[in-house]
């Protein structure tokens, strides 16, 4: 059983950055495609980044492309979300997900494609 536990968040004013963590366990020995996702009050979780463990592939929402950036360390089981030039509306809770890598590429970003989640860590801009 693939268990997550996410960490790293906090609250920031405009402009500053979070490093969020996601630390993984339970890993059959392979692959798995993992991703960041968010969710403010009232709305829907949506993907932020993916990455695949074996290729280091990686994708991004549009609304933070350029300004975070999702990678890895294998050897720790640790996967990474640096996030800077943070705005209000990146306000939310975080969280990180993992599922086993099909042969291909990744799937899409969204909420379907995992199946092992997190249980969160909220991030706070401020203005």
């Known amino acids: 059983q693939v268990q997550l536990v996410e960490s790293g968040g906090g609250s920031v004013q405009a402009g500053g950055s979070l490093r969020l963590s996601c630390a993984a366990s339970g890993y059959t020995g392979r692959h798995y495609c993992m991703g960041w996702f968010r969710q403010a009050p009232g709305n829907k979780r949506e993907g932020v980044a993916g990455?695949?463990?074996?290729?280091?592939?990686?994708s991004y929402a549009d609304s933070v492309k350029g300004r975070f950036t999702i990678s890895q360390d294998n050897a720790k089981n640790t996967m990474y979300l640096q996030m800077n030039s943070l705005k209000p509306e990146d306000s939310a809770m975080y969280y990180c997900a993992a599922n086993p890598a099909p042969l291909g590429p990744c799937p899409t970003v969204v909420p379907g494609s995992f199946a092992y989640w997190g249980q969160g860590t909220q991030v706070t801009v401020s203005s």
């Open positions: 990455i695949h463990t074996r290729t280091g592939s990686t």
